[in-house]
């Protein structure tokens, strides 16, 4: 048995930082596209985590790799990102499930009011 897939276990993880006060956070994509044959398009940082999140009441920087309850391996870039987010005083946390975040994020610091954000784009009529 290979145990929740990573896209599982990153929606529970982002459902809980949602309901904590004192995190702001959203999906790190990381992707290659194609749009035409022979034409390709890269966006995002190699390496960088899945998820990115600031958390008050300091601003402190998490950086949150996920990967699937079993198997599921950190690569070389994923491991330099992390230590270069360390050496510079923000937290890096590979995640296998929402305890592990609960545990490295510890008790709620603060209680920040969640601002709505805009669309940045008006809907087509």
Same mark, same amino acid.
């Not at 987010?85 to 923000?90: A, I, R, T």
């Given at each position: 048995m290979r145990g929740r897939r990573e896209s599982e276990v990153q929606a529970g993880i982002l459902a809980y930082l949602a309901m904590r006060g004192d995190c702001f956070c959203w999906r790190? +994509?990381?992707a290659m596209l194609s749009p035409r044959p022979g034409a390709f398009v890269r966006f995002g940082l190699p390496g960088a985590p899945d998820i990115m999140c600031v958390q008050a009441p300091y601003g402190s920087l998490v950086g949150i790799e996920v990967k699937r309850e079993r198997g599921g391996e950190v690569s070389e870039e994923q491991k330099r990102w992390g230590e270069n987010?360390? +050496?510079? $005083? $923000?937290l890096y946390v590979?995640?296998?499930d929402v305890e592990t975040v609960q545990a490295a994020l510890g008790e709620e610091k603060a209680r920040v009011v969640k601002v709505r954000s805009e669309r940045r784009y008006p809907r087509r009529p």
């Open positions: 790190s +994509n990381t987010l360390k +050496n510079h $005083g $923000g590979v995640a296998r």
